[in-house]
Each structure stands twice: as structure tokens, then as C-alpha cells.
């Protein structure tokens, strides 16, 4: 990750694309380093099951075992992050999270039927299906 001069760039966006990232703690480091003071990143980030379960948020009922078995050895895959996941990264990178929108997913598993992994996620992680986000480094 470090083709790109520090301070170089201006703004760094994607479409459904951080829900696929495995390291995310590296890629928002290195978007922190890319981007001069005042750029900013946007993202969407989808945070439904991608067909891998039959309800939105099903993916979070899987345990780690299921999971590496449902993935396979697709090199690509959701690496199913929350939305608090994202913005805490993104803050402990250094940026000021300057908007958020949230879209609710309908239809979900229970609370009761996630895995021990994520039994302990917020209300706001459990029910959010997907997030417009823009931060901006200082």
C-alpha cells in the first residue's frame, strides 16, 4: 500500500467495496497517510450477508469454523465488519467523522442466533444493513 506519495491525495471514496477489505486497520491507515490535511474519505459500506445466508444479517450466526467453510478459498469475500468496527477504526486512524446514514435491515436473524463472535454487538451493529459515510483528516 504505499504506491501513493503521503499528503498526495484529495479524496478517497468507494461503493460496496470496505465490506470485502480483510485488513481494515491497514487500509484505513494508509488512506489517513495518502490524504493531504482536509481531504476527506467516503465510503458505502454494505453490511448485508451477500447471499451467504437467507436472512440480511445471517452471516453474523455463523461460527468462525462455518465461516472460514463458507468462504472457501475464495481469495475475495465479505469480511463481515460492523458499522462500529469501521468507525472506530476510522477514528483511531486519526479522521473526524464528519457524517454518517444509516439504512436498517428488515428481516433479520434474532439476537439469540448470532454467534458467540458477534453475541455482543450493539443494537445500532444488529440492525444496521448498510452506511454512507464521510470523514475528514485534520
Same mark, same amino acid.
Given at each position: 500500500m504505499d504506491s501513493l506519495q503521503e499528503s498526495s491525495v484529495d479524496m478517497i471514496f468507494s461503493q460496496?467495496?470496505?465490506? !470485502?477489505? *480483510?485488513? &481494515?486497520e491497514a487500509s484505513y491507515h494508509a488512506m489517513f497517510k495518502w490524504l493531504r490535511p482536509g481531504g476527506f474519505i467516503s465510503h458505502q459500506?454494505?453490511?448485508?450477508c451477500h447471499n451467504t445466508a437467507s436472512k440480511w444479517n445471517g452471516h453474523w450466526a455463523y461460527s468462525k469454523f462455518l465461516w472460514a467453510c463458507v468462504?472457501?478459498?475464495?481469495?475475495?469475500?465479505?469480511?463481515?465488519?460492523? &458499522?462500529?468496527? !469501521?468507525?472506530?477504526?476510522?477514528?483511531?486512524?486519526?479522521? *473526524?467523522?464528519? !457524517?454518517?446514514?444509516t439504512r436498517q435491515g428488515e428481516g433479520g436473524?434474532?439476537?439469540? *442466533?448470532l454467534s458467540k463472535n458477534f453475541s455482543a454487538i450493539s443494537? *445500532?451493529?444488529?440492525?444496521?444493513?448498510?452506511?454512507?459515510?464521510q470523514a475528514k483528516k485534520s
Open positions: 460496496a467495496v470496505m465490506e !470485502h477489505v *480483510e485488513d &481494515l459500506i454494505d453490511f448485508k468462504k472457501g478459498s475464495r481469495a475475495f469475500f465479505i469480511n463481515r465488519a460492523t &458499522l462500529s468496527t !469501521h468507525l472506530g477504526l476510522i477514528k483511531n486512524n486519526g479522521f *473526524e467523522i464528519v !457524517h454518517t446514514c436473524i434474532a439476537r439469540e *442466533e443494537d *445500532e451493529d444488529f440492525t444496521t444493513s448498510g452506511v454512507f459515510l
